[in-house]
Protein backbone atom coordinates (compact mmCIF):
# COMPACT_ATOMS: atom_id res chain seq x y z
CA UNK A 1 0.00 0.00 0.00
CA UNK A 2 2.89 2.10 0.96
CA UNK A 3 4.50 1.57 -2.41
CA UNK A 4 1.27 2.07 -4.79
CA UNK A 5 1.35 5.37 -2.95
CA UNK A 6 4.80 6.92 -3.68
CA UNK A 7 4.06 5.94 -7.26
CA UNK A 8 1.05 7.71 -7.46
CA UNK A 9 3.24 10.80 -6.07
CA UNK A 10 5.89 10.26 -8.69
CA UNK A 11 3.31 10.07 -11.49
CA UNK A 12 1.76 13.44 -9.98
CA UNK A 13 4.82 14.75 -10.21
CA UNK A 14 5.80 13.58 -13.65
CA UNK A 15 2.51 14.48 -15.08
CA UNK A 16 2.69 17.95 -13.77
CA UNK A 17 6.25 18.46 -15.12
CA UNK A 18 4.78 17.46 -18.80
CA UNK A 19 1.88 19.56 -18.29
CA UNK A 20 4.00 22.63 -17.30
CA UNK A 21 6.17 21.62 -20.27
CA UNK A 22 4.18 21.40 -22.73
CA UNK A 23 2.09 25.11 -21.23
CA UNK A 24 5.64 26.61 -22.02
CA UNK A 25 5.87 25.24 -25.45
CA UNK A 26 2.19 26.74 -26.16
CA UNK A 27 2.71 29.69 -24.28
CA UNK A 28 6.13 30.27 -26.31
CA UNK A 29 5.12 29.33 -29.72
CA UNK A 30 1.85 31.52 -28.98
CA UNK A 31 3.54 34.88 -27.93
CA UNK A 32 6.33 34.19 -30.90
CA UNK A 33 3.35 33.87 -33.34
CA UNK A 34 1.72 36.80 -31.94
CA UNK A 35 4.61 38.80 -31.75
CA UNK A 36 5.82 38.13 -35.11
CA UNK A 37 2.47 38.88 -36.57
CA UNK A 38 2.62 42.44 -34.98
CA UNK A 39 6.28 43.26 -36.96
CA UNK A 40 4.71 42.10 -39.69
CA UNK A 41 1.57 44.12 -39.63
CA UNK A 42 4.21 47.40 -38.84
CA UNK A 43 6.05 46.42 -41.80
CA UNK A 44 9.30 45.67 -39.90
CA UNK A 45 9.85 42.17 -41.49
CA UNK A 46 13.78 42.58 -41.00
CA UNK A 47 13.04 42.34 -37.12
CA UNK A 48 13.89 39.00 -35.35
CA UNK A 49 12.01 37.50 -32.71
CA UNK A 50 13.04 34.49 -30.38
CA UNK A 51 11.42 33.63 -27.46
CA UNK A 52 12.72 31.31 -24.40
CA UNK A 53 10.12 31.05 -21.77
CA UNK A 54 8.49 33.81 -20.84
CA UNK A 55 11.22 36.02 -22.19
CA UNK A 56 10.56 37.96 -25.78
CA UNK A 57 13.86 38.26 -27.43
CA UNK A 58 14.10 40.99 -30.02
CA UNK A 59 17.02 40.84 -32.83
CA UNK A 60 17.69 43.00 -35.91
CA UNK A 61 19.25 46.35 -36.95
CA UNK A 62 16.45 49.23 -37.02
CA UNK A 63 17.17 52.03 -39.45
CA UNK A 64 16.88 54.42 -36.35
CA UNK A 65 16.50 55.15 -32.90
CA UNK A 66 12.43 56.22 -33.54
CA UNK A 67 11.61 52.71 -35.71
CA UNK A 68 13.13 51.05 -32.71
CA UNK A 69 11.51 52.81 -29.82
CA UNK A 70 8.17 51.92 -32.03
CA UNK A 71 8.93 48.30 -32.32
CA UNK A 72 9.71 47.78 -28.59
CA UNK A 73 6.00 49.70 -28.07
CA UNK A 74 3.83 47.39 -30.53
CA UNK A 75 5.32 44.57 -28.96
CA UNK A 76 4.65 45.83 -25.37
CA UNK A 77 0.85 45.96 -26.40
CA UNK A 78 0.70 42.56 -27.21
CA UNK A 79 2.69 40.89 -24.56
CA UNK A 80 3.90 41.70 -20.97
CA UNK A 81 6.55 44.58 -21.43
CA UNK A 82 8.33 42.84 -18.80
CA UNK A 83 8.84 40.21 -20.73
CA UNK A 84 10.41 42.00 -23.70
CA UNK A 85 14.43 41.67 -24.04
CA UNK A 86 15.42 44.45 -26.93
CA UNK A 87 18.38 43.40 -28.09
CA UNK A 88 18.25 45.30 -31.69
CA UNK A 89 21.05 47.69 -32.76
CA UNK A 90 20.52 51.03 -34.61
CA UNK A 91 22.02 52.00 -38.08
CA UNK A 92 24.66 54.36 -38.02
CA UNK A 93 23.50 57.87 -39.32
CA UNK A 94 24.68 58.98 -42.61
CA UNK A 95 26.36 62.01 -42.60
CA UNK A 96 24.24 64.84 -44.34
CA UNK A 97 26.50 65.64 -47.33
CA UNK A 98 27.29 69.44 -47.65
CA UNK A 99 25.58 71.33 -50.91
CA UNK A 100 27.88 72.57 -53.40
CA UNK A 101 28.21 76.19 -52.76
CA UNK A 102 28.07 78.47 -55.74
CA UNK A 103 27.93 82.06 -56.94
CA UNK A 104 26.87 83.55 -59.78
CA UNK A 105 28.06 87.37 -60.64
CA UNK A 106 26.10 88.71 -63.58
CA UNK A 107 27.79 92.74 -63.57
CA UNK A 108 26.74 95.38 -66.43
CA UNK A 109 28.16 98.63 -65.94
CA UNK A 110 27.56 100.08 -62.72
CA UNK A 111 25.09 97.11 -61.23
CA UNK A 112 25.26 93.66 -60.09
CA UNK A 113 23.04 90.24 -59.48
CA UNK A 114 24.17 87.89 -56.56
CA UNK A 115 22.92 84.48 -57.10
CA UNK A 116 24.19 81.31 -55.19
CA UNK A 117 23.99 79.77 -52.34
CA UNK A 118 26.91 80.75 -49.81
CA UNK A 119 28.24 79.06 -46.38
CA UNK A 120 26.88 81.15 -43.30
CA UNK A 121 29.99 81.49 -41.07
CA UNK A 122 31.18 83.09 -44.66
CA UNK A 123 29.30 86.20 -43.96
CA UNK A 124 26.36 87.10 -46.97
CA UNK A 125 25.96 90.89 -45.31
CA UNK A 126 30.32 91.15 -45.29
CA UNK A 127 30.35 89.74 -48.73
CA UNK A 128 27.34 91.74 -50.07
CA UNK A 129 29.12 95.21 -48.72
CA UNK A 130 32.79 93.96 -50.54
CA UNK A 131 30.84 93.93 -53.61
CA UNK A 132 29.12 97.70 -52.94
CA UNK A 133 32.47 99.02 -52.02
CA UNK A 134 33.80 98.52 -55.49
CA UNK A 135 34.22 101.74 -57.32
CA UNK A 136 31.76 102.94 -59.41
CA UNK A 137 28.81 100.14 -58.17
CA UNK A 138 25.67 101.98 -57.28
CA UNK A 139 23.34 98.83 -57.14
CA UNK A 140 23.41 95.29 -55.83
CA UNK A 141 20.96 92.68 -55.82
CA UNK A 142 21.58 89.89 -53.34
CA UNK A 143 19.94 87.07 -54.48
CA UNK A 144 21.86 84.52 -51.88
CA UNK A 145 21.12 81.45 -49.85
CA UNK A 146 23.01 80.51 -47.12
CA UNK A 147 24.23 76.75 -45.56
CA UNK A 148 25.39 76.17 -42.38
CA UNK A 149 28.11 74.00 -43.43
CA UNK A 150 31.92 74.44 -42.98
CA UNK A 151 33.85 76.51 -45.84
CA UNK A 152 34.65 74.80 -48.22
CA UNK A 153 38.55 74.69 -48.75
CA UNK A 154 39.54 77.07 -51.27
CA UNK A 155 36.19 79.14 -51.28
CA UNK A 156 37.74 82.36 -49.85
CA UNK A 157 40.64 82.67 -52.55
CA UNK A 158 38.04 81.84 -55.07
CA UNK A 159 36.09 84.35 -54.00
CA UNK A 160 38.46 87.17 -53.41
CA UNK A 161 39.88 85.87 -57.38
CA UNK A 162 36.14 86.42 -58.54
CA UNK A 163 36.05 89.85 -57.13
CA UNK A 164 38.74 90.95 -58.10
CA UNK A 165 37.93 89.68 -61.74
CA UNK A 166 34.66 91.60 -62.09
CA UNK A 167 36.11 94.77 -60.42
CA UNK A 168 38.07 94.38 -63.82
CA UNK A 169 35.41 93.65 -66.43
CA UNK A 170 32.56 96.07 -66.16
CA UNK A 171 30.45 93.68 -68.70
CA UNK A 172 30.21 90.36 -67.58
CA UNK A 173 29.35 86.87 -65.53
CA UNK A 174 31.56 85.52 -62.98
CA UNK A 175 30.43 81.51 -61.80
CA UNK A 176 32.58 80.74 -58.55
CA UNK A 177 33.07 77.55 -56.85
CA UNK A 178 35.68 76.70 -54.77
CA UNK A 179 38.11 75.31 -56.70
CA UNK A 180 36.63 76.58 -60.03
CA UNK A 181 35.98 80.18 -61.80
CA UNK A 182 34.54 80.49 -64.85
CA UNK A 183 34.74 84.40 -66.60
CA UNK A 184 32.47 85.22 -69.56
CA UNK A 185 33.00 88.81 -70.42
CA UNK A 186 32.95 91.37 -73.15
CA UNK A 187 36.10 93.13 -74.09
CA UNK A 188 36.80 96.50 -76.12
CA UNK A 189 39.13 94.69 -79.05
CA UNK A 190 41.35 91.82 -79.68
CA UNK A 191 44.13 93.43 -78.21
CA UNK A 192 42.19 94.63 -74.75
CA UNK A 193 41.00 90.57 -74.89
CA UNK A 194 44.77 89.25 -75.08
CA UNK A 195 44.97 91.93 -72.43
CA UNK A 196 42.31 90.87 -69.87
CA UNK A 197 43.20 86.86 -70.62
CA UNK A 198 46.64 87.50 -69.47
CA UNK A 199 46.01 89.65 -66.50
CA UNK A 200 43.36 87.07 -65.15
CA UNK A 201 45.63 84.01 -65.46
CA UNK A 202 48.47 85.84 -63.86
CA UNK A 203 46.02 86.82 -60.98
CA UNK A 204 44.50 83.29 -60.86
CA UNK A 205 45.00 81.70 -57.22
CA UNK A 206 46.93 78.12 -57.95
CA UNK A 207 43.98 76.32 -56.08
CA UNK A 208 41.26 77.52 -58.68
CA UNK A 209 40.58 76.33 -61.84
CA UNK A 210 40.21 79.12 -64.16
CA UNK A 211 37.83 78.87 -67.60
CA UNK A 212 38.10 81.70 -69.25
CA UNK A 213 35.65 82.59 -72.61
CA UNK A 214 36.03 86.61 -73.41
CA UNK A 215 34.71 87.70 -76.60
CA UNK A 216 36.14 90.70 -78.62
CA UNK A 217 33.67 92.82 -81.09
CA UNK A 218 35.16 92.29 -84.51
CA UNK A 219 37.41 95.63 -85.47
CA UNK A 220 36.45 98.05 -87.81
CA UNK A 221 39.32 97.69 -90.72
CA UNK A 222 40.20 101.39 -92.07
CA UNK A 223 41.06 101.17 -95.01
CA UNK A 224 40.56 97.53 -95.70
CA UNK A 225 44.23 96.07 -96.38
CA UNK A 226 45.57 93.42 -97.81
CA UNK A 227 48.95 92.59 -98.87
CA UNK A 228 50.35 89.62 -100.42
CA UNK A 229 54.23 88.62 -102.00
CA UNK A 230 54.88 85.96 -104.21
CA UNK A 231 58.63 85.18 -105.39
CA UNK A 232 58.97 82.49 -107.33
CA UNK A 233 56.85 79.14 -105.49
CA UNK A 234 57.52 81.20 -102.28
CA UNK A 235 54.09 83.19 -101.11
CA UNK A 236 53.29 85.18 -97.57
CA UNK A 237 50.93 87.79 -96.85
CA UNK A 238 52.42 90.84 -94.90
CA UNK A 239 48.18 91.73 -94.22
CA UNK A 240 45.27 89.71 -94.63
CA UNK A 241 41.72 91.15 -93.86
CA UNK A 242 38.60 89.10 -94.79
CA UNK A 243 34.66 90.26 -93.65
CA UNK A 244 33.71 86.85 -92.94
CA UNK A 245 35.02 83.43 -92.19
CA UNK A 246 34.24 82.12 -95.14
CA UNK A 247 35.96 85.05 -97.03
CA UNK A 248 39.32 83.99 -95.08
CA UNK A 249 39.04 80.59 -95.62
CA UNK A 250 38.56 81.69 -99.69
CA UNK A 251 41.78 84.07 -99.45
CA UNK A 252 43.72 81.47 -97.56
CA UNK A 253 43.03 78.90 -100.21
CA UNK A 254 43.71 81.20 -103.29
CA UNK A 255 46.95 81.79 -101.35
CA UNK A 256 48.12 78.26 -100.68
CA UNK A 257 47.46 77.22 -104.78
CA UNK A 258 49.19 80.06 -106.20
CA UNK A 259 52.34 79.58 -103.72
CA UNK A 260 54.07 77.66 -100.50
CA UNK A 261 52.88 79.76 -97.16
CA UNK A 262 55.92 78.72 -94.50
CA UNK A 263 52.79 78.28 -91.96
CA UNK A 264 49.06 79.24 -92.13
CA UNK A 265 48.98 82.66 -91.63
CA UNK A 266 46.20 84.85 -89.59
CA UNK A 267 43.84 87.06 -91.37
CA UNK A 268 41.74 89.34 -89.45
CA UNK A 269 38.22 89.34 -89.35
CA UNK A 270 36.54 92.99 -89.37
CA UNK A 271 34.11 95.57 -90.66
CA UNK A 272 34.52 98.26 -93.17
CA UNK A 273 35.25 95.58 -96.04
CA UNK A 274 34.82 97.62 -99.72
CA UNK A 275 32.58 95.33 -101.51
CA UNK A 276 30.99 91.91 -101.32
CA UNK A 277 33.17 90.61 -104.07
CA UNK A 278 36.33 91.27 -102.16
CA UNK A 279 37.55 87.51 -101.35
CA UNK A 280 36.65 87.58 -105.23
CA UNK A 281 38.97 90.07 -106.25
CA UNK A 282 41.99 88.72 -104.23
CA UNK A 283 41.68 85.29 -106.16
CA UNK A 284 41.46 87.02 -109.53
CA UNK A 285 44.79 88.96 -108.31
CA UNK A 286 46.79 86.58 -107.21
CA UNK A 287 46.42 84.62 -109.89
CA UNK A 288 47.24 86.90 -112.07
CA UNK A 289 50.13 87.53 -110.01
CA UNK A 290 51.34 83.76 -110.53
CA UNK A 291 51.10 84.44 -114.02
CA UNK A 292 53.42 87.08 -113.63
CA UNK A 293 56.10 84.99 -112.12
CA UNK A 294 55.92 87.11 -108.46
CA UNK A 295 55.80 90.45 -106.91
CA UNK A 296 53.80 91.96 -104.55
CA UNK A 297 50.35 92.90 -104.08
CA UNK A 298 48.21 95.42 -102.14
CA UNK A 299 44.93 95.83 -101.75
CA UNK A 300 43.85 99.19 -99.70
CA UNK A 301 40.21 99.36 -100.05
CA UNK A 302 38.96 99.19 -103.45
CA UNK A 303 42.51 100.39 -104.51
CA UNK A 304 44.67 97.78 -105.95
CA UNK A 305 48.31 98.09 -106.38
CA UNK A 306 50.20 95.18 -108.32
CA UNK A 307 54.36 95.48 -108.31
CA UNK A 308 55.61 93.17 -110.50
CA UNK A 309 59.25 91.69 -110.22
CA UNK A 310 61.93 93.60 -111.95
CA UNK A 311 62.50 90.41 -114.48
CA UNK A 312 59.24 90.29 -115.75
CA UNK A 313 58.94 90.85 -119.39
CA UNK A 314 56.95 93.67 -120.55
CA UNK A 315 54.33 91.18 -122.71
CA UNK A 316 53.80 89.23 -119.85
CA UNK A 317 52.84 92.48 -118.04
CA UNK A 318 51.01 94.09 -120.17
CA UNK A 319 48.73 90.30 -120.95
CA UNK A 320 48.19 89.98 -117.08
CA UNK A 321 47.53 94.06 -116.70
CA UNK A 322 44.92 93.32 -119.41
CA UNK A 323 43.14 90.07 -118.21
CA UNK A 324 42.95 91.67 -114.37
CA UNK A 325 41.79 95.07 -115.62
CA UNK A 326 38.78 92.81 -117.41
CA UNK A 327 37.93 90.48 -115.13
CA UNK A 328 37.93 92.41 -111.97
CA UNK A 329 34.97 92.90 -110.16
CA UNK A 330 33.43 96.69 -110.65
CA UNK A 331 34.61 98.83 -107.61
CA UNK A 332 38.13 97.64 -107.85
CA UNK A 333 40.88 99.59 -109.46
CA UNK A 334 44.40 98.01 -110.59
CA UNK A 335 47.25 100.53 -110.59
CA UNK A 336 50.40 97.82 -111.95
CA UNK A 337 54.16 98.77 -111.96
CA UNK A 338 56.88 97.32 -114.18
CA UNK A 339 59.86 98.24 -111.66
CA UNK A 340 63.06 98.79 -113.59
CA UNK A 341 66.39 96.48 -112.05
CA UNK A 342 67.30 98.49 -108.78
CA UNK A 343 71.06 99.51 -108.83
CA UNK A 344 71.99 100.73 -105.39
CA UNK A 345 74.98 103.21 -105.28
CA UNK A 346 76.40 105.80 -103.64
CA UNK A 347 74.16 108.08 -106.35
CA UNK A 348 71.16 106.68 -105.25
CA UNK A 349 68.86 108.85 -103.19
CA UNK A 350 68.26 107.57 -99.85
CA UNK A 351 67.02 108.19 -96.50
CA UNK A 352 67.65 106.13 -93.59
CA UNK A 353 65.82 105.59 -90.14
CA UNK A 354 67.24 103.66 -87.32
CA UNK A 355 65.35 102.90 -83.97
CA UNK A 356 67.12 101.69 -81.31
CA UNK A 357 66.05 99.37 -78.13
CA UNK A 358 67.10 101.79 -75.64
CA UNK A 359 64.30 104.54 -77.77
CA UNK A 360 67.05 106.51 -79.36
CA UNK A 361 66.21 107.54 -83.39
CA UNK A 362 68.68 108.43 -86.22
CA UNK A 363 67.77 110.25 -89.08
CA UNK A 364 70.34 110.03 -92.03
CA UNK A 365 70.47 110.73 -95.55
CA UNK A 366 68.65 113.41 -97.86
CA UNK A 367 66.06 115.89 -97.74
CA UNK A 368 64.90 118.44 -100.37
CA UNK A 369 65.54 121.48 -98.19
CA UNK A 370 65.26 123.41 -94.50
CA UNK A 371 61.99 123.54 -94.34
CA UNK A 372 61.14 120.10 -94.98
CA UNK A 373 64.26 118.81 -92.25
CA UNK A 374 62.20 121.00 -89.74
CA UNK A 375 59.02 119.15 -90.36
CA UNK A 376 60.79 115.83 -90.23
CA UNK A 377 62.86 116.66 -86.81
CA UNK A 378 59.37 117.81 -85.21
CA UNK A 379 56.96 115.08 -86.06
CA UNK A 380 59.93 112.43 -85.04
CA UNK A 381 60.44 113.89 -82.03
CA UNK A 382 56.69 114.33 -81.55
CA UNK A 383 56.60 110.06 -81.85
CA UNK A 384 60.19 109.27 -80.34
CA UNK A 385 60.61 111.83 -77.76
CA UNK A 386 62.08 115.26 -77.95
CA UNK A 387 65.04 113.86 -76.17
CA UNK A 388 65.65 110.50 -78.46
CA UNK A 389 66.30 111.94 -82.22
CA UNK A 390 69.30 112.56 -83.41
CA UNK A 391 69.37 114.30 -87.31
CA UNK A 392 72.11 114.30 -89.72
CA UNK A 393 70.86 114.70 -93.12
CA UNK A 394 71.53 116.86 -95.82
CA UNK A 395 69.67 118.84 -98.60
CA UNK A 396 69.27 117.34 -101.91
CA UNK A 397 66.94 119.84 -104.11
CA UNK A 398 66.56 117.49 -107.01
CA UNK A 399 64.73 114.79 -104.58
CA UNK A 400 61.03 113.72 -106.34
CA UNK A 401 57.69 115.67 -105.25
CA UNK A 402 56.57 112.82 -103.01
CA UNK A 403 59.63 112.10 -101.35
CA UNK A 404 58.39 114.20 -97.61
CA UNK A 405 55.24 112.26 -97.86
CA UNK A 406 57.17 108.92 -98.34
CA UNK A 407 59.74 110.11 -95.58
CA UNK A 408 56.89 110.67 -93.24
CA UNK A 409 54.89 107.23 -93.58
CA UNK A 410 58.29 105.35 -93.33
CA UNK A 411 58.49 106.98 -89.54
CA UNK A 412 55.04 106.72 -88.53
CA UNK A 413 55.23 103.02 -89.75
CA UNK A 414 58.36 102.78 -87.92
CA UNK A 415 56.82 103.96 -84.37
CA UNK A 416 54.21 100.98 -84.87
CA UNK A 417 57.76 98.82 -84.06
CA UNK A 418 59.79 98.55 -80.38
CA UNK A 419 62.95 98.80 -82.78
CA UNK A 420 64.25 98.60 -86.36
CA UNK A 421 65.04 100.58 -89.48
CA UNK A 422 63.32 101.93 -92.49
CA UNK A 423 64.94 103.15 -95.70
CA UNK A 424 63.05 105.44 -98.28
CA UNK A 425 64.00 105.36 -101.80
CA UNK A 426 62.74 106.90 -104.83
CA UNK A 427 60.55 103.51 -106.11
CA UNK A 428 61.28 101.56 -102.73
CA UNK A 429 60.21 101.73 -99.35
CA UNK A 430 61.92 98.86 -96.91
CA UNK A 431 60.89 98.31 -93.27
CA UNK A 432 62.53 96.14 -91.07
CA UNK A 433 62.01 95.30 -86.93
CA UNK A 434 61.18 94.18 -84.19
CA UNK A 435 57.42 94.64 -82.75
CA UNK A 436 55.95 93.14 -79.36
CA UNK A 437 51.95 93.65 -81.35
CA UNK A 438 51.31 90.13 -83.34
CA UNK A 439 49.78 92.54 -85.79
CA UNK A 440 52.74 94.96 -86.87
CA UNK A 441 53.14 93.66 -90.24
CA UNK A 442 49.00 94.55 -90.85
CA UNK A 443 48.83 98.11 -89.33
CA UNK A 444 52.43 98.80 -90.79
CA UNK A 445 51.22 97.49 -94.16
CA UNK A 446 47.98 99.43 -94.17
CA UNK A 447 49.33 102.61 -92.89
CA UNK A 448 51.65 102.60 -96.09
CA UNK A 449 49.22 101.63 -98.80
CA UNK A 450 47.45 104.21 -97.71
CA UNK A 451 50.22 107.09 -97.07
CA UNK A 452 52.00 106.06 -100.28
CA UNK A 453 48.37 104.74 -102.60
CA UNK A 454 49.78 104.12 -105.84
CA UNK A 455 53.50 104.25 -105.16
CA UNK A 456 53.14 101.34 -102.93
CA UNK A 457 56.62 99.32 -103.82
CA UNK A 458 57.61 98.63 -100.01
CA UNK A 459 58.93 95.48 -98.53
CA UNK A 460 58.17 94.19 -94.64
CA UNK A 461 59.98 92.18 -92.71
CA UNK A 462 58.50 92.29 -88.86
CA UNK A 463 59.64 90.05 -86.23
CA UNK A 464 56.70 89.38 -82.92
CA UNK A 465 58.63 89.02 -79.85
CA UNK A 466 56.36 88.01 -76.85
CA UNK A 467 58.89 89.48 -74.57
CA UNK A 468 57.77 93.18 -75.67
CA UNK A 469 53.87 92.00 -75.59
CA UNK A 470 52.72 94.05 -73.41
CA UNK A 471 49.31 92.37 -73.46
CA UNK A 472 50.79 89.28 -72.19
CA UNK A 473 52.57 90.87 -68.73
CA UNK A 474 55.36 88.74 -69.23
CA UNK A 475 57.73 89.86 -66.73
CA UNK A 476 60.75 91.42 -67.44
CA UNK A 477 64.40 90.20 -66.01
CA UNK A 478 64.36 92.40 -63.11
CA UNK A 479 60.64 92.09 -62.48
CA UNK A 480 61.70 88.23 -62.31
CA UNK A 481 63.92 88.00 -59.45
CA UNK A 482 61.86 90.62 -57.49
CA UNK A 483 58.92 89.07 -57.60
CA UNK A 484 61.01 85.47 -56.22
CA UNK A 485 62.80 87.94 -53.95
CA UNK A 486 59.45 89.05 -52.12
CA UNK A 487 58.28 85.32 -52.44
CA UNK A 488 61.13 84.36 -49.98
CA UNK A 489 60.88 87.48 -48.19
CA UNK A 490 58.01 85.88 -47.03
CA UNK A 491 59.06 82.06 -46.53
CA UNK A 492 61.95 80.20 -46.12
CA UNK A 493 63.53 77.79 -48.59
CA UNK A 494 64.44 75.48 -45.47
CA UNK A 495 66.42 72.10 -45.52
CA UNK A 496 67.37 69.13 -43.05
CA UNK A 497 70.27 69.84 -40.92
CA UNK A 498 73.41 69.28 -42.37
CA UNK A 499 71.52 67.63 -45.79
CA UNK A 500 70.37 68.85 -49.22
CA UNK A 501 66.75 67.33 -48.69
CA UNK A 502 63.91 70.20 -48.60
CA UNK A 503 61.91 70.16 -45.71
CA UNK A 504 58.01 69.57 -46.19
CA UNK A 505 57.60 73.35 -44.59
CA UNK A 506 59.14 74.98 -47.45
CA UNK A 507 56.97 73.34 -50.62
CA UNK A 508 54.59 76.30 -50.33
CA UNK A 509 57.58 78.58 -51.00
CA UNK A 510 59.24 76.31 -53.67
CA UNK A 511 55.68 76.54 -55.49
CA UNK A 512 55.19 79.63 -55.60
CA UNK A 513 58.72 80.25 -57.21
CA UNK A 514 58.18 77.68 -59.55
CA UNK A 515 54.65 79.90 -60.54
CA UNK A 516 57.15 82.82 -61.44
CA UNK A 517 59.27 80.79 -63.31
CA UNK A 518 57.47 79.55 -65.38
CA UNK A 519 56.64 82.91 -66.63
CA UNK A 520 60.70 83.59 -66.63
CA UNK A 521 61.98 80.84 -68.97
CA UNK A 522 63.88 83.27 -71.03
CA UNK A 523 65.68 85.00 -68.27
CA UNK A 524 68.86 83.36 -67.80
CA UNK A 525 69.58 82.91 -63.19
CA UNK A 526 72.00 80.95 -61.42
CA UNK A 527 70.53 79.37 -58.05
CA UNK A 528 73.13 79.43 -55.57
CA UNK A 529 74.22 77.55 -52.21
CA UNK A 530 75.73 79.20 -49.66
CA UNK A 531 76.76 77.66 -46.16
CA UNK A 532 77.62 79.24 -42.70
CA UNK A 533 81.64 78.08 -41.60
CA UNK A 534 81.07 75.53 -39.17
CA UNK A 535 82.51 72.14 -40.67
CA UNK A 536 85.73 71.73 -42.97
CA UNK A 537 85.51 74.12 -46.23
CA UNK A 538 85.28 71.46 -48.99
CA UNK A 539 82.38 69.91 -47.53
CA UNK A 540 80.92 72.82 -47.15
CA UNK A 541 81.01 73.90 -50.77
CA UNK A 542 79.61 70.53 -51.54
CA UNK A 543 76.60 70.54 -49.19
CA UNK A 544 76.12 74.14 -51.06
CA UNK A 545 76.36 71.97 -54.30
CA UNK A 546 73.79 69.95 -53.55
CA UNK A 547 71.47 72.47 -51.95
CA UNK A 548 71.54 74.44 -55.33
CA UNK A 549 71.25 71.12 -57.19
CA UNK A 550 67.97 70.64 -54.83
CA UNK A 551 65.96 73.55 -55.82
CA UNK A 552 66.75 73.44 -59.64
CA UNK A 553 65.76 69.34 -59.30
CA UNK A 554 62.33 70.73 -56.64
CA UNK A 555 61.67 73.24 -60.08
CA UNK A 556 61.90 70.95 -62.40
CA UNK A 557 59.27 68.19 -60.91
CA UNK A 558 56.49 70.72 -60.36
CA UNK A 559 57.01 71.24 -64.68
CA UNK A 560 59.36 73.78 -64.65
CA UNK A 561 61.73 74.54 -67.60
CA UNK A 562 65.03 74.93 -66.39
CA UNK A 563 67.74 75.40 -69.48
CA UNK A 564 67.74 79.17 -68.43
CA UNK A 565 68.68 78.10 -64.93
CA UNK A 566 72.27 77.10 -63.44
CA UNK A 567 73.00 75.71 -59.64
CA UNK A 568 76.26 76.39 -57.91
CA UNK A 569 77.80 75.88 -54.60
CA UNK A 570 79.88 78.35 -53.05
CA UNK A 571 80.25 76.78 -49.79
CA UNK A 572 81.26 79.74 -46.84
CA UNK A 573 83.12 81.58 -49.71
CA UNK A 574 80.64 84.74 -49.73
CA UNK A 575 78.98 85.46 -46.37
CA UNK A 576 76.53 88.16 -45.83
CA UNK A 577 76.90 87.99 -42.07
CA UNK A 578 79.13 87.52 -39.38
CA UNK A 579 79.86 83.69 -38.49
CA UNK A 580 80.71 84.39 -34.68
CA UNK A 581 76.71 84.23 -33.92
CA UNK A 582 74.07 81.78 -34.17
CA UNK A 583 71.87 84.41 -36.40
CA UNK A 584 74.81 85.06 -38.37
CA UNK A 585 75.38 81.54 -39.48
CA UNK A 586 71.96 81.15 -40.41
CA UNK A 587 71.80 84.46 -42.28
CA UNK A 588 74.96 82.65 -44.18
CA UNK A 589 72.76 79.57 -44.89
CA UNK A 590 71.08 80.31 -47.63
CA UNK A 591 69.86 80.01 -51.55
CA UNK A 592 70.05 83.32 -53.78
CA UNK A 593 68.67 83.59 -57.26
CA UNK A 594 70.99 85.89 -59.04
CA UNK A 595 70.19 87.62 -62.55
CA UNK A 596 72.88 86.81 -65.17
CA UNK A 597 71.52 87.99 -68.12
CA UNK A 598 69.19 90.98 -69.37
CA UNK A 599 67.03 88.55 -71.85
CA UNK A 600 64.82 91.10 -72.75
CA UNK A 601 67.60 94.03 -73.44
CA UNK A 602 69.16 91.28 -75.12
CA UNK A 603 66.37 90.01 -77.48
CA UNK A 604 65.65 93.95 -78.71
CA UNK A 605 69.41 94.09 -79.31
CA UNK A 606 69.48 91.17 -81.43
CA UNK A 607 66.36 92.45 -83.44
CA UNK A 608 68.07 96.28 -84.04
CA UNK A 609 71.17 94.03 -85.48
CA UNK A 610 68.85 92.35 -87.93
CA UNK A 611 67.30 95.90 -88.92
CA UNK A 612 70.38 97.80 -89.82
CA UNK A 613 74.06 95.72 -89.68
CA UNK A 614 75.48 99.14 -89.37
CA UNK A 615 74.07 100.44 -85.79
CA UNK A 616 76.32 98.84 -83.23
CA UNK A 617 74.48 97.28 -80.63
CA UNK A 618 75.43 98.05 -77.15
CA UNK A 619 76.75 95.48 -74.35
CA UNK A 620 73.63 94.93 -71.96
CA UNK A 621 75.50 95.48 -68.55
CA UNK A 622 74.96 92.04 -66.57
CA UNK A 623 72.76 92.56 -63.74
CA UNK A 624 73.04 91.01 -60.19
CA UNK A 625 70.18 91.64 -58.87
CA UNK A 626 69.99 89.17 -55.90
CA UNK A 627 66.83 87.44 -54.23
CA UNK A 628 68.30 85.72 -50.77
CA UNK A 629 66.42 83.07 -48.86
CA UNK A 630 67.68 82.18 -45.66
CA UNK A 631 68.10 78.12 -44.63
CA UNK A 632 68.46 76.10 -41.63
Not at 284 to 297: D, F, Q, T
Not at 374 to 403: C, E, H, K
Not at 476 to 491: D, F, H, K, M, Y
Not at 529 to 536: V, Y
Request: hydrophobic share 40%; net charge negative.
Amino acid sequence: MKLKTIAAFLMGILMSIGGAYLAVGWIESRSEDVVRATLIDGGHEWAEVNVDGLQVLLNGTAPDEATRFRIVSAVGRVVDPDRIVDDMGVRASEQITPPTFTVEMLRNGDGVSLIGLIPAEAGRDAFTRTIEGLPGMTSVTDMLETATFPTPRGWEAAIDFATQALDDLPRSKISVSADRVMVTAISNSPEDKRRIEADLARKAPSSVQLVMNITAPRPVISPFTLRFQLDGDQASFDACSADTRESRNAILTSAASVGTLPERPTCAIGLGVPSPNWAKAVDIAMKGLKEMGGGSLTFSDADISLVALDSTSQATFDRVVGDLDATLPDVFSLHAVLPEKVVVDETTPEFVATHSPEGSLQLRGRLPNDGVETIVNSFARAQFGSNNVYLATRDDPSLPANWPVRVLAALEALAILESGAVVVQEDFLEIRGVSGKKNASDLVSRLLAEKLQDASNFEISIRYDELLDRTLDIPTPEECVERINSILAAGKIAFDPSSADISDSASPTVDAIAEIAKQCDRVQMEIGGHTDSQGREIMNEELSQQRADAVLIALQSRRVRTGNFSAKGYGEAIPIASNDTEAGREANRRIEFKLLTDARAAATDNAADEADEETAAEDTPAEETEATSEQN
